[in-house]
């Protein structure tokens, strides 16, 4: 896979995976989950690579 | 809705399946996950999805044009689409062909539980409508006969009356019509319907040995004759005869069948003994009874005797409302017989059928979707499979405009009515159901159409409105 628009394509696609996923761990959570804070940087993270795969939207 | 429902989900991403899965697994659907469109299309005949979430952007086959499959395959199922590069275009593009939405990746999970759980809604309501739509035909039917236009709902309605009470009925009609249906349905709704229904047909007798057969003989009665045997009438004591075909009835059988219809007694062929019998009978013919009477070829008094009920049944092309609903039935029964999924036939195939002229009746109409479900390639019925499966005799003539506008097919009938009929039917067909359209070329307003639809019952309810033309045009 060497087509920039390829690699761009699937990175959005494993990136969108990434956060559906910490999303579910997010919400089945409860808000004294230890492990609550460690999900949150994920998030942080994921939400962070989509805004620079996706200029044009707004967070999500 | 029995079983849980369905979800078909396609992407060519794994890890997205995946997703899907963990997301939708509380919800209770059942999920069929494919990373290959054109495996997962050709699962979906046979085995249905409610809803489907597809990927926009796969290698061999794009979303929209899996959408359109489905549209095409399984109307039904509702779709929703996703992208990781969502653009207006392809949005307004999915929602024009049907699409329920459109979601864009990352997914927002709780927007796709709010979907689905509305598919699933609208799902259960459509199977809700449609045991409502079951109950309301098994209403409307007369022991498996099926009738919706007013003209069947009548003789239904006075078969239902008579049948507790009749000692003797006459059921006519043309070859095909349904008569042996309601000379069973008589038998079925009255007091004897545990005992036997036995049936003769008339035309099928060699004529030296009707009285035998219906009254039996003892031994040695004729050349023959080896043993006593009891006729169909003792065979039929406590239940019902069913003499078809009447009319052709030999002269000397007939004045025996008086005495036995007028003094319950039979006397088998040789014996001097009268046997009582408790016998109904129905009989039945396609000939015009009363003019072979007035014309001495058959007695009167019997026929007098016979007709004091009369059960017309009307031919098929003075009720043509009622083929949706034969057909319908025809098509699950064939489809079941040859292990075939077929839902029903295409709106093009509906109208061929609606203009065939069905000499034959029900019985040719069963035939001819026999032999479609037999041809039938794909899901539902094409005009092309119907065609090739009518006799020419049946087909209407070609419907090219031209052609018709200066060479009228000659009327079924001289009835001015049947006339008009025919001819709406005829420029509705052409006009492919727009009624606008018909109406103007008929000179008429819409209006008086509308009346005119009514008053030939090709209009019986609004949910029947799609075989003539749909409301909206
Ligand atoms: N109203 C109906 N609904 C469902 N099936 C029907 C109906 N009428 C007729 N049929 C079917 O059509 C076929 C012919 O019907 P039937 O034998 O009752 O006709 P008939 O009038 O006795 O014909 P014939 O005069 O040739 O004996 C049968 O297969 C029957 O099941
Ligand atoms: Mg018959």
């Known amino acids: ?60 | 809705m029995g079983a849980r429902p369905v979800l078909l989900v396609i992407d060519d991403e794994p890890g997205m399946l995946a997703l899907v899965e963990r997301i939708v697994r509380p919800t209770g659907f059942e999920l069929v996950l494919h990373t290959s469109a054109r495996d997962a299309l050709a699962g979906l005949a046979a085995s249905p999805a409610d809803v489907a979430l597809i990927d926009l952007q796969m290698p061999e086959l794009g979303g929209l044009d899996v959408l359109k499959a489905i549209r095409e395959i399984q109307p039904q199922c509702g779709v929703i689409l996703m992208t990781a590069h969502a653009a207006v275009d392809s949005a307004i593009n999915a929602v024009k062909l049907g699409a329920l939405d459109y979601l864009s990746k990352p997914l927002d999970i709780d927007r796709l539980r709010q979907l689905l759980s509305q598919a699933r809604e609208d799902a259960e309501r459509r199977a809700a409508l449609l045991a409502a739509e079951n109950q309301t035909a098994h209403r409307l039917e007369l022991c498996g006969m099926i009738g919706r236009s007013a003209v069947m709902q009548e003789l239904f309605g006075l078969v239902r009356r008579i049948a507790p009470h009749a000692r003797t009925a006459l059921v006519t009609g043309e070859t095909g019509a349904g008569k042996e249906g309601i000379a069973r349905a008589i038998h079925e709704l009255g007091p004897r319907r545990q005992r036997k229904f036995v049936t003769i047909n008339c035309s099928a007798i060699v004529e030296t040995l009707f009285e035998s057969e219906l009254f039996g003989h003892m031994r040695g009665a004729f050349t023959g004759a080896t043993d006593h045997k009891a006729g169909l009438f003792e065979a039929a004591d406590g239940g019902t005869l069913f003499l078809d075909e009447i009319g052709e009835l030999p002269g000397a059988v007939q004045a025996k069948l008086l005495r036995v219809i007028e003094n319950g007694e039979v006397q088998r062929v040789g014996s001097m003994q009268p046997k009582k019998v408790d016998v109904r009978i129905v009989a039945a013919t396609n000939r015009q009874l009363k003019t072979e009477a007035d014309a001495g070829r058959f007695r009167s008094d019997l026929y007098y005797r016979l007709n004091v009920i009369e059960l017309a049944v009307p031919p098929l092309r003075e009720r043509l409302q009622d083929i949706p609903y034969l057909t319908a039935a025809f098509v699950e029964e064939f489809s079941v017989k040859f292990h075939k999924q077929i839902d029903g036939v295409s709106p093009a195939a509906e109208r061929t059928l609606m203009e065939g002229r069905w000499s034959g009746n029900v019985r040719e109409l069963r035939n001819v979707l026999e032999r479609a479900c037999m041809l039938a390639e794909g899901r539902s019925l094409t005009e092309r499979e119907i065609q090739s499966s009518m006799p020419s005799t049946t087909a209407a003539p070609p419907r090219s405009t031209d052609s018709l506008d200066r060479r009228p097919t000659p009327p079924r009938s001289d009835d001015l009515d049947a006339i008009e009929r025919d001819h709406i039917i005829r420029v509705l067909a052409e006009e492919r159901g727009n009624k606008r359209a018909a109406a103007e070329r008929l000179g008429l307003s819409r209006r008086t159409l509308y009346r005119r639809l009514e008053r030939h019952q090709l209009v019986p309810s609004r949910d029947t409105l799609g075989s003539v033309g749909s409301p909206e045009t």
């Open chain 1, 1 to 60: 896979m060497t087509n920039p628009h390829d690699i761009d394509h699937a990175l959005k696609n494993h990136i969108a995976i990434i956060l559906g996923y910490i999303e579910v761990l997010l919400q089945e959570c409860g808000p004294d989950d230890p492990r609550r804070a460690d999900f949150d940087e994920i998030h942080r993270a994921a939400l962070a690579a989509v805004a620079l795969l996706h200029p044009d939207r707004e967070k999500v």
